[in-house]
Nanobody
Framework: EVRLVESGGGLVQPGGSLRLSCAAS????????MSWLRQAPGKGSEWVST????????YYADFVKGRFAISRDNAKNIVYLQMNSLKPEDTAVYYC?????????RGQGTQVTVSS
């Protein structure tokens, strides 16, 4: 069974930083691209970032480019999202996600709140 468990969320002031982690199990982690999604209150889910299986190629939504950095540790089965220069509009539940074959998996999410 694929399991994704996010951690690292919290309350941070505008301009601050957080690092999210996602621990994966139940899959051959190093074979799959990993992504972060987010969902703000009252809004639909939106894609944030993806890292390829080897960790050498990353992709970002325009609204986080230059502020967020995705990375992974295939030895530990963990994917990270370093979030800098946080803005109130970054407030959301953040999820890590993986497509394994025809199936899509998402964790339970971790809340990030950016507020003064």
């Amino acid at each position: 069974e694929v399991r994704l468990v996010e951690s690292g969320g919290g309350l941070v002031q505008p301009g601050g930083s957080l690092r999210l982690s996602c621990a994966a199990s139940g899959l051959t982690f190093g074979r799959y691209d990993m992504s972060w999604l987010r969902q703000a209150p009252g809004k639909g889910s939106e894609w944030v970032s993806t890292v390829n299986s080897g960790g050498g190629t990353t992709y970002y939504a325009d609204f986080v480019k230059g502020r967020f950095a995705i990375s992974r540790d295939n030895a530990k089965n963990i994917v990270y999202l370093q979030m800098n220069s946080l803005k109130p509009e970054d407030t959301a539940v953040y999820y890590c996600a993986a497509e394994v074959g025809d199936s899509f998996f998402r964790g339970q999410g971790t809340q990030v709140t950016v507020s003064s």
